[in-house]
């Protein structure tokens, strides 16, 4: 694949209508299914190492783009993780995947989050990839440190500047290939890419968490700035399971292999707890 490519080899891509307009995804593979998604202001190019890795395993991979992310349509007011999670299910419903595993990196974990409670008769299983477990007082700070600013400057800086600010910010095992790509992605997205942060903050996963009767693998990635977060989900739900990882916010696109391994690990534990009539009966006894 060249560096500059938005699109993988071998994969399959679709719209379905969902809450405000066509859901986009990208799929990969035949098997159970497994639905990606992705961090703001990413889409679903964010998994380009793990989609093909993820169906060499056996499994059925797809992500979607989020509303206002890649090529989705963007929602019409204010965009929420509630909506967002919405416009996954639809894509559940739309291809009859159902009983999925669901895995959220960042900003993606809380929405993977928010259509396990929501819909547990959809999802089987669910890994949450350092999920931001925010107190209220951290999610203003949050939503107050957003920036949404969207000149575009007519000699191209606005590229070398974001360049700057990503290499800045963003996790150092980032190669220059996800660091372009990032950029690419970004400017694509237009006024919503800050909009899908802004999203993550405004939402409080706590009631939600106490709603989720699938399978849950916490994973952590320890030089991830939100490491200690996921110590905090599992010391609130100490049945779920728990995963660390030796990197940060960069394993998924830099070390696929290490990310999957203890996903994969979680999925075939679990096995016998992703199917249907399983998955339907638990659900209507809760």
């Known amino acids: ?9 071998g994969e399959r891509r679709g719209y379905v209508d969902g809450p405000c307009g066509q859901v986009h995804y990208r799929e990969q593979g035949t098997g159970q299914p497994i639905i990606l998604i992705h961090q703001a202001p990413w889409s679903s190019i ?35 993780v509630e909506l967002y999670a919405e416009a996954v299910a639809a894509i559940i419903n739309a291809l009859d995947l159902n009983p999925v595993v669901v895995i959220g990196h960042h900003g993606g974990a809380l929405v993977a989050a928010r259509l396990a409670a929501e819909h547990a008769d959809k999802v089987g299983a669910l890994v949450t990839d350092n999920m931001p477990y925010y107190n209220a ?16 400057k007519p000699d191209g800086s606005h590229f070398t500047d ?3 600010v990503v290499r800045r910010i963003a996790d150092p095992e980032w190669s220059d290939e996800t660091v372009h790509l990032g950029l690419v992605t ?3 997205n237009g006024p919503w890419k800050e909009h899908g942060h802004r999203a993550a903050p405004a939402y409080d996963p706590q009631l939600d968490l106490d709603r989720i009767i699938c399978p849950v693998l916490v994973i952590s990635s ?8 996921g110590q905090m989900i599992v010391a609130r739900k100490p049945d779920w399971d728990y995963a660390e990882l ?9 070390r696929s292999s290490e990310w999957a391994a203890p996903i994969l690990g979680f999925i075939a534990s679990h096995a016998g707890h992703l199917t249907r009539e399983v998955v339907a009966d638990v659900s209507q006894h809760e």
Not at 52 to 60: F, M, N
Not at 137 to 152: C, F, G, K, N, Y
Not at 222 to 229: A, E, G, Q
């Open 186 to 188: 970004y400017f694509a």
């Open 1 to 9: 694949m060249l560096p500059s490519a938005t699109s993988l080899p």
């Open 137 to 152: 007082a951290q999610r203003i700070e949050r939503l107050t440190q957003l920036s949404d600013v969207q000149e575009i």
């Open 222 to 229: 320890v030089t991830d700035r939100l490491f200690p977060m």
């Open 246 to 254: 030796p990197g940060g916010a960069g394993m998924v696109f830099e």
């Open 162 to 164: 974001r360049w700057e």
């Open 46 to 80: 964010q998994y380009r190492h793990a989609i093909p890795l993820l169906a060499a395993k056996g499994y059925r991979v797809i992500a979607p783009d989020l509303p206002g992310h890649g090529m989705s349509n963007p929602p019409s007011g204010d965009p929420s």
